[in-house]
C-alpha cells in the first residue's frame, strides 16, 4: 500500500510541476476594439489560428483566412461567423509552400484592401517533404514563406498607425541550428522519413522565427510598425490514432487552442507593448531567450539569405 501511495504522490507532483512550468497557460485580459481594423491569419481555418480569428472578428476586426484549403477555410468562416456575429470574415487563398503562391496572395491583397493593420504569421507544421520551389517543407513554409509574406505587406502596415506582426514560434526553438552552407546547398535545415528527423528540421525552423522577429525589430526601428514572436505553449492538436493511447493523457497537460491563442492576442491587442518590439513572449509576458536566438550577426545573415531564397533580391 505504501508504495502506491509513494507512487501517487510522485505523480501528483509532477503533473504539479509540468502545469505550472513546461504546459503553463495564461489568459488575455485585455478590451482592445478592432472595429475598422484589418487583420491577416495565416493558417486560420484550425487550431490556433481559427481561435485567434475568432477573437479577432469577435472585436470587430475585419479577419481574412489566408489558408491553402478553400473547403477547411469556408467551414471556419461559418463557425466564426456563428459564434460572433461578424460577417466580415473573408477568405483569401494562400499557400507557404510556393513563393509565387505567396506573391499572388500579396498582389491580390493590396489590390483589394485599403488597408493592413496586423499580420499573424501563424502557420506552420512538422512534415516531411519539400515545397513547390523544391525547400524543405518546413523552413520552406514556417520561415520562408512567411519572410516573403511579411516583407511583401510591410509598405502596407506602415501606411496604418501601430501596426503590428505577430509570428508564431516555439520553445522548440532552443534545440535548433542553423547551417547556412547545408541550406544553401540543399535548400533545407534537415530533413529525414523518421519523426525525430523532421522534428530536429522543426525546430530549426522555429529557430529561424525568432532570429527573423529578431532581424525584423532592428529594421523597424523609427517607423510605426512592431513585432514580436510567441510561444503559444504546447497545444493538443487530435489526430485519429491518438483517440485511445496519448489523448487521455494529453488533455491533461496540453492547452486547447483557445488557450494557445492567448499569447498571440496580447501581442496583436495589449497596448504599451511597443518599447517590447523584437521580444519573445510566453503567457503574455516577455520572456528572455537563449544567446543563439537574439544573436545578432546569425540573424542578419538568415535575413540576408532568406531575402536570395525567396527572390527579393
Same mark, same amino acid.
Given at each position: 500500500?505504501?508504495?502506491?501511495?509513494?507512487?501517487?504522490?510522485?505523480?501528483? +507532483?509532477?503533473?504539479?510541476?509540468?502545469?505550472?512550468? %513546461?504546459?503553463?497557460?495564461?489568459?488575455?485580459?485585455?478590451?482592445?476594439?478592432?472595429?475598422?481594423?484589418?487583420?491577416?491569419?495565416?493558417?486560420?481555418?484550425?487550431?490556433?489560428?481559427?481561435?485567434?480569428?475568432?477573437?479577432?472578428?469577435?472585436?470587430?476586426?475585419?479577419?481574412?483566412?489566408?489558408?491553402?484549403?478553400?473547403?477547411?477555410?469556408?467551414?471556419?468562416?461559418?463557425? %466564426?461567423?456563428?459564434?460572433?456575429?461578424?460577417?466580415?470574415?473573408?477568405?483569401?487563398?494562400?499557400?507557404?509552400?510556393?513563393?509565387?503562391?505567396?506573391?499572388?496572395?500579396?498582389?491580390?491583397?493590396?489590390?483589394?484592401?485599403?488597408?493592413?493593420?496586423l499580420l499573424i504569421n501563424n502557420a506552420g507544421l512538422v512534415a516531411d517533404g519539400r515545397t513547390a520551389?523544391?525547400?524543405?517543407?518546413?523552413?520552406?513554409?514556417?520561415?520562408?514563406?512567411?519572410?516573403?509574406?511579411?516583407?511583401?505587406?510591410?509598405?502596407?502596415?506602415?501606411?496604418?498607425?501601430?501596426?503590428?506582426?505577430?509570428?508564431?514560434?516555439?520553445? !522548440?526553438?532552443?534545440?535548433?541550428?542553423?547551417?547556412?552552407?547545408?541550406?544553401?546547398?540543399?535548400?533545407?535545415?534537415?530533413?529525414?522519413?523518421?519523426?525525430?528527423?523532421?522534428?530536429? !528540421?522543426?525546430?530549426?525552423?522555429?529557430?529561424?522565427?525568432?532570429?527573423?522577429?529578431?532581424?525584423?525589430?532592428?529594421?523597424?526601428?523609427?517607423?510605426?510598425?512592431?513585432?514580436?514572436?510567441?510561444?503559444?505553449?504546447?497545444?493538443?492538436?487530435?489526430?485519429?490514432?491518438?483517440?485511445?493511447? %496519448?489523448?487521455?493523457? +494529453?488533455?491533461?497537460?496540453?492547452?486547447?487552442?483557445?488557450?494557445?491563442?492567448?499569447?498571440?492576442?496580447?501581442?496583436?491587442?495589449?497596448?504599451? %507593448?511597443?518599447?517590447?518590439?523584437?521580444?519573445?513572449?510566453?503567457?503574455?509576458?516577455?520572456?528572455?531567450?537563449?544567446?543563439?536566438?537574439?544573436?545578432?550577426?546569425?540573424?542578419?545573415?538568415?535575413?540576408?539569405?532568406?531575402?536570395?531564397?525567396?527572390?527579393?533580391?
Amino acid at each position: 500500500m505504501l508504495p502506491l501511495l509513494v507512487a501517487t504522490g510522485v505523480v501528483v +507532483a509532477v503533473y504539479i510541476v509540468l502545469v505550472k512550468t %513546461i504546459f503553463k497557460s495564461s489568459k488575455f485580459k485585455g478590451n482592445a476594439a478592432m472595429a475598422g481594423k484589418t487583420v491577416i491569419v495565416t493558417g486560420g481555418n484550425t487550431g490556433i489560428g481559427k481561435a485567434t480569428a475568432l477573437e479577432l472578428a469577435r472585436r470587430g476586426a475585419r479577419v481574412i483566412l489566408a489558408c491553402r484549403n478553400q473547403e477547411k477555410a469556408e467551414l471556419a468562416i461559418s463557425d %466564426i461567423k456563428r459564434e460572433t456575429g461578424s460577417t466580415d470574415v473573408v477568405y483569401m487563398q494562400l499557400d507557404l509552400g510556393s513563393l509565387q503562391a505567396v506573391r499572388s496572395f500579396t498582389e491580390t491583397f493590396l489590390k483589394t484592401e485599403a488597408r493592413l493593420d496586423l499580420l499573424i504569421n501563424n502557420a506552420g507544421l512538422v512534415a516531411d517533404g519539400r515545397t513547390a520551389d523544391g525547400f524543405g517543407i518546413e523552413f520552406g513554409v514556417n520561415h520562408l514563406g512567411h519572410f516573403l509574406l511579411t516583407c511583401l505587406l510591410l509598405d502596407r502596415l506602415k501606411e496604418g498607425t501601430g501596426g503590428r506582426v505577430v509570428t508564431l514560434g516555439s520553445m !522548440a526553438y532552443r534545440w535548433g541550428n542553423i547551417d547556412f552552407d547545408a541550406l544553401i546547398t540543399n535548400k533545407h535545415l534537415g530533413t529525414g522519413r523518421y519523426s525525430w528527423q523532421f522534428f530536429h !528540421a522543426y525546430c530549426n525552423s522555429k529557430l529561424c522565427n525568432v532570429l527573423f522577429n529578431h532581424e525584423l525589430a532592428k529594421r523597424l526601428k523609427g517607423t510605426n510598425v512592431t513585432c514580436y514572436s510567441v510561444h503559444p505553449g504546447w497545444v493538443f492538436v487530435f489526430l485519429l490514432w491518438q483517440r485511445f493511447i %496519448i489523448e487521455p493523457i +494529453a488533455r491533461l497537460l496540453f492547452l486547447d487552442p483557445e488557450s494557445g491563442a492567448q499569447t498571440t492576442l496580447h501581442c496583436a491587442l495589449q497596448e504599451g %507593448i511597443e518599447p517590447l518590439s523584437g521580444r519573445y513572449f510566453f503567457c503574455c509576458a516577455p520572456q528572455d531567450v537563449v544567446a543563439k536566438g537574439k544573436d545578432d550577426a546569425v540573424a542578419k545573415k538568415l535575413w540576408e539569405v532568406s531575402e536570395r531564397l525567396s527572390g527579393l533580391f
